[in-house]
């Protein structure tokens, strides 16, 4: 949808008659993607997810290695086992898969919604110094998102990232 309004405004820019003079106009560009991976605030972010998130990895790492330790005893020693004892291990074995998956999927959901929450804030970070700059600069137009193609000569993004650090 993004996508969509940004290449309407800049189709309705394009096409709109310009009343400056071609030679006055300045226009940058920031590559958004390039932005992010090297914004200090994205690597903060990414720095705070990895440690509220790494003690519940750990723990499902933990917790797959012991029922994989528990399957193969359980293997090894079904042979010597009776069969309501072999079903009553193969019953606590896969409600403990099942308990495993849930706490899987928990940790991805849950890491997702945090992982958005800190994009949005450092998204919101990048927009404001992007306009920051451009009016400092005096640009008329600076293109952040949904562009194809930019030449050099008018990417600003080792600025804005300066003005990040």
């Not at 079904?78 to 898969?97: C, D, G, H, L, W």
């Not at 999927?105 to 306009?131: G, H, P, S």
Request: no cysteine.
């Amino acid at each position: 949808m993004k996508k969509l309004i940004a290449s309407i405004v800049l189709g309705a820019i394009l096409t709109a008659p310009i009343a400056v003079n071609a030679e006055d106009t300045k226009i940058g560009f920031v590559n958004g993607t390039r932005l992010v991976e090297e914004s200090p605030q994205a690597k903060a972010a990414a720095e705070r997810i990895k440690k509220e998130f790494d003690p519940r990895q750990q723990e499902i790492i933990n917790a797959q290695k012991q029922l994989r330790d528990r399957e193969e005893r359980f293997l090894k020693d079904s042979a010597f086992m009776s069969t309501a004892e072999k079903q009553k291990k193969e019953r606590e074995i896969v409600s403990a898969q099942r308990e495993l998956r849930l706490k899987e999927t928990e940790l991805r959901e849950d890491f997702t919604i945090r992982r958005n929450q800190e994009m949005a804030k450092v998204w919101e970070v990048l927009r404001e110094t992007i306009q920051t700059y451009g009016k400092d600069q005096s640009f008329d137009l600076i293109l952040f998102e949904g562009v194809s193609y930019a030449s050099e000569r008018v990417d600003v993004t080792d600025d804005v990232l300066k003005r990040l650090k």
